[in-house]
């Protein structure tokens, strides 16, 4: 069973940092593409950004390039989104996501329709 669990959101000043985790299990993680989304109140689910662990592609949405940053670590099946200059637009609810096909999906990340696993969210708040 894929299983997705975000963690390490939380509240932070404006101008400030966080670093988010999505532990993953029940699939082999080179695999897959794992993506990261967000969703603020009233608002549709956007995209963030997302990785290929196979051959280690990143993406970013035009919004966050520059100031978050994907990564992961294949020993622990974990991938990290580190937030810096946080923003109080970017508060939102922080979705990991995860898909089998990276080969295709890598060129329509940014839809999260296509995604086939979702973690169950964490709130990031940033306050002005």
């Known amino acids: 069973e894929v299983q997705l669990v975000e963690s390490g959101g939380g509240l932070v000043q404006a101008g400030g940092s966080l670093r988010l985790s999505c532990a993953t299990s029940?699939?082999?993680?080179?695999?897959?593409?794992i993506g990261w989304f967000r969703q603020a109140p009233g608002k549709e689910r956007e995209n963030v950004s997302c990785i290929t662990p196979s051959d280690y592609n990143t993406y970013y949405s035009p919004d966050v390039r520059g100031r978050f940053t994907i990564s992961y670590d294949n020993a622990k099946d974990t991938v990290y989104l580190q937030m810096n200059r946080l923003q109080p637009e970017h508060t939102a609810i922080y979705y990991c996501?995860?898909?089998?096909?990276?080969?295709?999906?890598?060129?329509?990340?940014?839809?999260?329709?296509?995604?086939?696993?979702w973690g169950q969210g964490t709130q990031v708040t940033v306050s002005s």
């Open positions: 029940g699939f082999v993680f080179d695999d897959y593409a």
């Open positions: 996501a995860a898909d089998p096909q990276p080969y295709l999906i890598r060129s329509s990340w940014y839809n999260s329709g296509l995604w086939d696993y």
